[in-house]
């Protein structure tokens, strides 16, 4: 089993949705956790980070964090078609290496 | 620059031969990552760099590859006597350090071997 379990989708959804990311970890080391979004032949680019459990809103973003349940969440609202790509959760613990551990990625379609 | 920086974008070349991929992270950026990209692996973290030193070797696939970094600048992914389960896309990240920072990726290095 892998330490990090993200569902591929892929997920479609019309523009303007409400739409649920999720990620579900093994390890209890991880303290900091990160959503990337990454297009077509380009690098993960990061969205959110947070460290430890709670909320975090960024602009149409919101990263939760359920340490207790060992599962993280990203809600994107008002969802748009230039928000079609994949998503890549990633976590690292808090030693000397922030090695970052990936989810597999779920590819994100939002139609017109 | 602006953000990382990597080069080649894309390189295709025959299997046993050697190459180089190069890094320049965000200035100022004392910590560098390389991972791979590949379809049946996802993204897996290779190795690090604090300053120029590399402490875990470990995450390297095989005693081909080898990294360095320079200047606490350029970092340079080498792979010798390429394979064919080589091909992937090789990123690299940067971070401000070590310490509870995000990391920031470069668009990687499309590598094919034929």
């Known amino acids: 089993q892998k330490e990090v379990e993200q569902d591929p989708g892929p997920l479609s ?3 303007g949705a409400i739409v649920s990311l999720n990620c579900t970890y093994s390890n209890s080391a991880f303290q900091y956790f990160m959503w990337y979004r990454q297009y077509s032949r380009k690098g993960p680019e990061l969205l959110m980070y947070t460290y430890s459990s709670g909320n975090k809103e960024d602009g ?22 230039s928000d079609s790509a994949t998503y890549l959760c990633a ?4 030693g000397s290496a922030r090695q970052l551990t990936f989810g597999s990625g779920t590819q994100l379609t939002v139609l017109p | 620059g602006a953000g990382v920086s990597q080069s080649p974008s894309n390189k295709v070349t025959e299997k046993g031969k050697d190459v180089e991929l190069r890094c320049d992270p965000i200035s100022g950026h004392t910590a560098l990552y390389w991972y791979r990209q590949s379809l049946g692996q996802g993204l897996e973290f290779l190795i690090y760099f604090q300053g120029n030193s590399a402490p875990d070797k470990s995450g390297l696939p095989s005693d081909r590859f080898s990294a360095e970094r320079t200047g606490e600048s350029v970092s340079t992914l080498t792979i010798q006597r390429t394979q064919q389960e080589d091909s992937a896309v090789y990123l690299c990240a940067s971070s401000f350090n070590l310490a509870d920072q995000p990391q920031h990726f470069g668009d990687g290095t499309r590598l094919s071997i034929l």
């Open chain 1, 60 to 81: 149409r973003f919101t990263a939760q964090v359920d340490k207790s349940s060992k599962y993280i969440s990203l809600f994107i609202r008002d969802s748009q078609p």
């Open chain 1, 91 to 94: 976590m690292s613990n808090a």
């Open chain 1, 13 to 15: 959804v019309p523009e």
